[in-house]
Nanobody, 128 residues
């Protein structure tokens, strides 16, 4: 079992920044691919970003590329999502997830069914 706890959500004006954190416990953190997904009201959950086990590869949805940065600190069992230049359409519940797969294409990293463990989510609201 892996337990994931997100933090760092909040309300911010458009153009502002937030940094989300996801703390993991339970198993060896570095054995997992980590991802961020979000869900806006009335919409399906969508992929935001993912990072490989050693942090050497990162993947981003086109909608956040160039504005968001995913990173991880395996020594602290924590990974992060730095969100800059936020837009109202970035509003939603952001959830972190851990997947036991090792590698694959962008499609694999972006597929929520590849992830086994999920946090409860943190609300991000961007006002215009």
């Amino acid at each position: 079992q892996v337990q994931l706890v997100e933090s760092g959500g909040g309300v911010v004006q458009a153009g502002g920044s937030l940094r989300l954190s996801c703390a993991a416990s339970g198993r060896t953190f570095s054995n997992y691919v980590m991802g961020w997904f979000r869900q806006a009201p009335g919409k399906e959950r969508e992929f935001v970003a993912a990072i490989s086990r050693n942090g050497g590869s990162t993947y981003y949805a086109n909608s956040v590329k160039g504005r968001f940065t995913i990173s991880r600190d395996n020594a602290k069992n924590t990974f992060y999502l730095q969100m800059n230049s936020l837009k109202p359409e970035d509003t939603g519940v952001y959830s972190c997830a851990a997947g036991g797969f090792y590698s694959g294409s962008y499609v694999r990293f972006a597929s929520d069914y590849e992830y086994t463990y999920w946090g409860q989510g943190t609300q991000v609201t961007v006002s215009s």
